[in-house]
Nanobody, 123 residues
């Protein structure tokens, strides 16, 4: 059974940091590209970052470049999102997702999804 379980969200002041984790099971993690997406209230789910199966290639939304860093540990079947210099507009539920093969930025291009972790940034 495929599972993606996010953790690490919380309430943080503007300028603060968090480290989000996503633990995967039930599929061959090391063969899958992984992505982070987020969804704010009343808005569509949007791409945040993605990492290739090897960890060599990454991609970021322009809004988070230089502040967020995606990484993975294939030995632990876990993908991470380090989020720094947080802004109130980063407030959202953050989801991790998996897709076989190359990284993509489209929501519809991912096969498996987690339940999400809430990140709230106060001003």
């Amino acid at each position: 059974q495929v599972q993606l379980v996010e953790s690490g969200g919380g309430l943080v002041q503007a300028g603060g940091s968090l480290r989000l984790s996503c633990a995967a099971s039930g599929f061959r993690f090391s063969s899958y590209a992984m992505g982070w997406f987020r969804q704010a209230p009343g808005k569509d789910r949007e791409f945040v970052a993605a990492i290739s199966w090897s960890g060599v290639t990454t991609d970021y939304a322009d809004s988070v470049k230089g502040r967020f860093t995606i990484s993975r540990d294939n030995a632990k079947n876990t993908v991470y999102l380090q989020v720094n210099s947080l802004k109130p507009e980063d407030t959202a539920v953050y989801y991790c997702a998996a897709r076989l093969s190359l990284i993509r930025v489209g929501v519809d291009e991912y096969d498996y999804w987690g339940q999400g972790t809430q990140v709230t940034v106060s001003s």
